[in-house]
């Protein structure tokens, strides 16, 4: 549950370190505060947590340009003089080791344009989508933890099936 509550933190904030955060941030959340509620209740509140700590982290972003925007104007050039490309590269510890060499890169290549591909979406259409068919909560589980009615919910999913649709067909992937 937590690899996939971290790959949504991530397509949504687009920086490792802080999905990491978020996505304990949750957890510790939800052992603090539900622990004592029945565990079928758990993933749901775990995803509603989740999906309030990404709000929050736009939130804070916002408010936080608003202040060091005209701060860091005083200091003229761009601080981050040490960047080493090399922090950049990650290494996959899901690697199956099993299949044909071929077939890894294939798959690698596929995740990665799909992965791609759900970044660009809108945001809400990314949350419906990952809740729906990442997380295969029913329409229901996912119009209470995105706070929108139920039709909002089949509205996102929709566009976003058909948005990534065509965002893969002209990558060459067909159905």
């Known amino acids: 549950m937590e690899r996939r509550a971290y790959k ?5 904030v687009r920086d490792d370190q802080t999905a990491l955060d978020i996505v304990q941030d949750a ?6 505060k539900y622990s004592q509620r029945p565990s079928a209740e758990w993933p749901l509140l775990f995803q509603r947590i989740l999906q309030n700590g990404i709000r929050d982290f736009f939130r804070r972003q916002k408010v936080r340009s608003l202040w060091t925007t005209p701060v860091s104007s ?26 044909p060499p071929p077939e890894q890169l294939e798959r690698s290549q596929l995740v990665a ?8 979406l809108p945001a809400r259409q ?23 009615s139920e ?23 067909k159905p």
């Open 8 to 12: 949504q933190a991530l397509f949504a």
């Open 27 to 32: 957890m510790l959340r939800l052992t603090e």
């Open 74 to 99: 005083l200091f003229g050039a761009n601080s981050e003089d040490d960047f080493d490309p090399l922090e950049t590269l990650q290494v996959a510890s899901d690697s199956n080791f099993s299949e």
């Open 113 to 120: 344009l799909i992965e791609k591909a759900l970044g660009r």
């Open 126 to 148: 990314r949350q419906a989508f990952l809740l729906r068919y990442w997380e295969e909560m029913d329409v229901a589980e996912a119009a209470k933890v995105m706070g929108c």
């Open 151 to 173: 039709g909002s919910v089949k509205t996102h999913c929709s566009r976003a099936t058909h948005a990534l649709a065509v965002m893969l067909r002209k990558q060459g992937i």
